[in-house]
């Protein structure tokens, strides 16, 4: 069966999952293997997609290299076992109708070539007759029937008989209806265990939460897991997995099996099997989903947190000072004017051990006054509080001179250290101070969050938890798409990006991206659109895929101003013709614009959906989605841990947002938490719901724990501190966000009902741990 029969096949499968149209499935899968890009595709085809959207677009390619490599899997191990003669029909059609690889690997695990095992060795000297009768006659005696099969190897009735129980063993193991159920069966009952090592207390006290800890494997939320295994792996935390009742499993394997397990030798058996083998890699399997399943969730966060980042308010084409707050290296500082380039460097020494206030208020209010400066940004590290009321005093010294006052805003600094000594610094900035690069990025940022922070490593932004534990091939794929669809959502400057900022626009690679500014540097600014066609190695392809995304103001064209793509031009041609006036005189005209209707635009290549956006598009050109330009006030001060006090109401900045709950930065170097029972007086079951990263947001102190620099917040300004911050309000609320803590009294209430389960061999599952890649 080859890749190109399964697509009808993986279409249907995926269009179910997302509930959409198959066709607008295979129409999506067409256009990605055509070379089209998502961004491209969901901007400019969604007649053939039916409006599929950048995220369900990013699915379908997802989905459909699984299911690819599923069904090419299926066929090599159909191949394999028809080689081996094995292969009847009702194999071959429960492997045919396989949608999981790991159903499919249960069902090949009895052919899989594998290294010789103890049931292998036990079968070769003719054990396997001896289990048949033991499972025959279980009212027989086990040891007179195994000294009948002594043999070299198995040389007394106990070692036959050790032999006959490996041979059923591995039969229970090689049965994948049982292994399925198990697994299923552990997965939906069993429940995570973590105790702390002993010892480990004082040094592993970020995972005080998990010391005693105990909660259900289904209701496991993806940083617990995450949190949980980072424990473990940093020697903190035991983790057990609890199964439940091995009495209940060793049933479910009787009955598969058909024993009387009225006989003890089957019994001991059976209950030998669960907790050696069975157990074993039901743990593993659960493990490695619970893993998979909290990596997927905390990518989807990371995800959803760089978006709103990268599509932050920008303050525009302002004059603006970076400060890139220090106490003994002192405060760096870089002027930028409205484009970005760098106007002026200085350090000044304002505060400890140099002191030199006065001097340092005296130079940025002559940096302000000569380059006309908007905007003050300061970075959010060491000493911005500070740092924070210096600018302010800088900026009251302006405006009782005369001038209009600059506006201080303070602005996350994540990652300017590593633009700092970057390639991407050093090729712009080449003969500056690696120290002075961060606070010309800390100015810019503010200027325009995108187009400043393309340039940084998108891990190093800082609006992801726990990305280190995650797999970071898959981290940087999702991130990468995020930046990608937030730069195609803006537009791009032609004639002002920079190469990174260039190389994120749909069909334009870092080698287009540098001929692209090289052409420019060399030719002047383009002129139009068409001008791109010109660029070394921009091609047909390419410039289908970029056009649309690349904006040029004042050019030759008013359309390339816009999103328009220059293969609809044609239609606005139309347009404008139906209307009397000339393209330039159409665009903005919005009186006459909402009079025209779609339909009567439309043809067999530009159909409705284009066109409707099209019209929307002439409206308002090049309309910028991200919101209005805000910024916070930090409470004057308020400026470490210990000035606050439960009860006050600060506005803050939301920093990151997580599962549960978001970080506001209140501008005391620590962010504080507000859980997400405590977002709203109403039940919230995604926090991206109520806030996004970078929203101003007032909070109220709930509690500070000094020591271990963690603030409770809430939104609920209501909220009275000595209440739990994560009381329930409405609907199902969770209160903790800690799981259960277990009390000794769970402790042994949990450990009479699961029976034997903690008897488990530890030395046996430690190992597959080990080779699993789990623990240290």
């Not at 289904?218 to 473990?232: D, M, Q, V």
């Not at 690696?434 to 503010?446: N, W």
């Not at 103001?553 to 606005?572: K, M, Q, R």
Request: aromatic share 6%; hydrophobic share 40%; glycine share 8%.
């Amino acid at each position: 069966m080859s890749s190109a029969s399964t697509a009808p096949h993986i279409a249907a499968h995926i269009a179910t999952e997302l509930h959409v149209p198959e066709a607008n499935v295979l129409a999506a899968l067409g256009l990605i293997a055509e070379g089209n890009t998502v961004p491209f595709i969901a901007r400019y085809r969604k007649e053939a997609t039916g409006g599929l959207d950048d995220t369900q677009l990013r699915t379908i390619e997802e989905r459909a290299t699984y299911l690819t490599e599923l069904a090419d899997r299926k066929q090599t191990i159909l191949a394999a076992i028809e080689e081996q003669g094995k292969l009847t029909d009702d194999l071959k059609a429960l492997i045919l109708a396989c949608d999981t690889k790991a159903r499919l690997e249960d069902l090949y695990l009895p052919y899989k070539k594998r290294r010789k095992t103890k049931a292998d060795a036990a079968r070769e000297a003719g054990l396997e007759p001896l289990l048949d009768r033991l499972i025959a006659e279980p009212h027989g005696d086990p040891v007179a029937a195994a000294e009948a099969y002594v043999c070299d190897g198995f040389e007394d009735p106990k070692k036959a008989l050790d032999g006959a129980r490996a041979i059923l063993i591995d039969r229970f193991a090689l049965d994948a209806n049982l292994v399925g159920e198990l697994r299923e069966t552990m997965y939906s009952t069993g429940s995570m265990e973590s105790q702390v090592v002993q010892g480990k207390e004082q040094d592993g006290a970020k995972f005080t939460d998990y010391f005693s800890f105990v909660e259900p494997f289904t209701s496991l939320p993806s940083h617990r897991i995450l949190a949980l295994f980072r424990g473990e792996k940093e020697g903190v935390l035991h983790l057990n997995l609890n199964a439940g009742d091995d009495d209940h499993y060793c049933g479910i394997i009787a009955n598969q099996f058909e024993l009387d397990t009225s006989s003890s030798w089957l019994a001991d058996a059976i209950r030998w099997g669960w907790k050696t083998k069975l157990y074993i890699s039901s743990g593993l399997d659960i493990r490695m989903r619970l893993k998979e399943t909290a990596e997927e969730a905390a990518l989807e966060v990371f995800a959803r947190n760089l978006k709103d980042v990268l599509l932050a308010a920008p303050a525009g084409q302002r004059a603006t000072l970076g400060l890139d707050p220090g106490y003994r290296n002192g405060v760096k500082c870089a002027t930028v004017d409205g484009t970005g380039k760098v106007l002026s460097t200085l350090i000044v020494y304002p505060h400890q051990p140099q002191n030199q206030w006065s001097h340092a208020v005296q130079a940025l209010a002559h940096e302000c006054a000569t380059h006309h400066v908007d905007l003050i940004a300061i970075g959010n590290g060491t000493a911005s509080r500070e740092t924070e009321k210096l600018a302010g005093e800088v900026a009251n010294l302006i405006a009782k001179a005369g001038g209009t006052r600059p506006t201080p805003v303070v602005v996350s600094e994540s990652g300017a250290s590593v633009y700092s000594a970057s390639e991407i610094a050093a090729a712009e900035f080449p003969d500056m101070d690696v120290s002075l690069r961060g606070a010309v990025s800390i100015a810019r940022r503010l200027q325009d969050p995108l187009a400043e922070l393309v340039k940084i490593d998108p891990k190093a932004i800082g609006v992801g938890q726990y990305q280190h534990d995650v797999n970071q091939t898959a981290l940087a794929k999702t991130l990468d798409a995020v930046v990608e669809d937030a730069v195609n959502a803006v537009g791009v400057d032609l004639n002002t990006a920079s190469v990174p900022l260039l190389a994120r626009v749909a069909g334009i690679t870092n080698t287009i991206a540098h001929n692209i500014v090289t052409y420019r540097d060399t030719n002047g600014v383009f002129a139009n659109r068409a001008g791109l066609k010109h660029v070394p190695r921009l091609g047909p392809k390419a410039f289908e895929q970029c056009a649309g995304f690349l904006r040029i103001t004042g050019g030759s064209d008013p359309l390339d101003a816009s999103a328009v793509h220059p293969e609809a031009y044609p239609v606005v041609r139309r347009i404008a013709e139906s209307t009397g006036l000339g393209v330039a005189d159409l665009i903005g005209n919005t009186a006459v614009l909402s009079r025209l209707k779609p339909t009567d635009f439309a043809d067999d290549t530009f159909g409705i959906p284009t066109v409707t956006d099209i019209l929307a598009e002439l409206d308002k050109p090049g309309r910028d989605p991200r919101p209005e330009f805000t910024t916070a006030t930090f409470k004057e001060g308020v400026e470490k841990l210990s000035d606050l006090t439960p009860g006050m109401i600060l506005e803050g900045t939301v920093t990151n947002v997580a599962a549960f709950g978001a970080f506001v930065d209140v501008g005391v170097h620590h962010d504080g938490l507000v859980h997400v029972s405590a977002l709203a007086n109403k039940y919230v079951s995604d926090p991206h719901d109520i806030v996004r990263s970078g929203q101003v947001v007032k909070v109220k102190v709930m509690d500070v724990d000094v020591e271990r620099h963690r603030i409770g917040l809430s939104m609920r300004l209501d909220d009275e501190p000595g209440q739990p911050a994560t009381r329930k309000r409405s609907g199902d609320q969770r209160g903790s966000g800690h799981g259960r803590r277990r009390t000794d009294r769970q402790g042994d209430r949990r450990g009479d009902r699961r029976g034997g389960n903690k008897a488990a061999p530890q030395g046996a599952m430690a190992d597959a741990l080990k080779k699993a890649g789990f623990g240290r």
